[in-house]
């Protein structure tokens, strides 16, 4: 059997792929790209792109998912080192933020305009919410909260960083999306401290 066609290596050629098309993506946004550009750029084959996914529209939506997949491993890691209610708010967070930091301008307008995109980063956002009420939670049951509505503080957390995804904060205030996340942080946190 060659090497090539040993399941591990396919699984790692296909990762090795995803990760660099993402690394593309967040620094150039993916709409103007075509499969010939994207093959180019990967020096590979566009047949190579169609055991990714079946078109363009399908490889964006399946990179955006392996994206959210990376990125929610991290900060999941990340909040699995912090402790106290206050400090896993924060930490969660501050690694959503460092997690999307990367994604430029153009990514994050090509992912709006673009359903399929929109539809993942959408989903990825309503399960930061869920997390984030989950911490409240968690929280007020530990009396390091006070009792507040925890779906209302992570409805206001979701529309937030929907803002922050956008632009909407970095136009209207200057604030970059890392410290926009901090800052969120500090004024959850602070609204809802015992």
């Known amino acids: 059997m060659k090497t090539s066609e040993r399941p591990e290596f396919a699984t790692q050629r296909r990762n090795e792929l995803f990760d660099s098309l993402i690394e593309m993506f967040l620094m150039d946004g993916f709409s103007h790209l075509t499969l010939d550009d994207v093959a180019a750029?990967?020096?590979?084959?566009?047949?190579?792109?169609?055991?990714?996914?079946?078109?363009?529209?399908?490889?964006?939506?399946?990179?955006?998912?392996?994206?959210?997949?990376?990125?929610?491993?991290?900060?999941?890691t990340e909040?699995?080192?912090?402790?106290?209610?206050?400090?896993?708010?924060?930490?969660?967070?501050?690694?959503?933020?460092?997690?999307?930091?990367?994604?430029?301008?153009?990514?994050?307008?090509?992912?709006?305009?673009?359903?399929?995109?929109?539809?993942?980063?959408?989903?990825?956002?309503?399960?930061?919410?869920?997390?984030?009420?989950?911490?409240?939670?968690?929280?007020?049951?530990?009396?390091?909260?006070r009792k507040v509505n925890a779906a209302f503080a992570a409805d206001l957390t979701s529309a937030t960083m929907v803002r922050i995804q956008l632009g909407e904060v970095r136009q209207r205030t200057g604030l970059g999306d890392a410290k926009a996340y901090q800052e969120l942080a500090a004024i959850l946190t602070a609204g809802i401290s015992v």
Do not use: W
């Open 79 to 145: 909040l699995a080192e912090a402790s106290g209610s206050l400090n896993r708010i924060t930490a969660y967070l501050n690694a959503v933020g460092r997690a999307l930091s990367a994604a430029s301008e153009q990514f994050m307008l090509d992912m709006s305009n673009f359903a399929p995109a929109r539809e993942v980063y959408e989903m990825n956002t309503k399960f930061a919410a869920e997390r984030v009420k989950t911490l409240i939670d968690e929280g007020v049951a530990a009396g390091d909260f």
């Open 41 to 76: 750029r990967l020096k590979c084959s566009k047949s190579t792109l169609y055991t990714l996914a079946g078109s363009k529209d399908a490889l964006v939506k399946e990179v955006t998912k392996h994206f959210f997949r990376k990125a929610t491993l991290a900060v999941e």
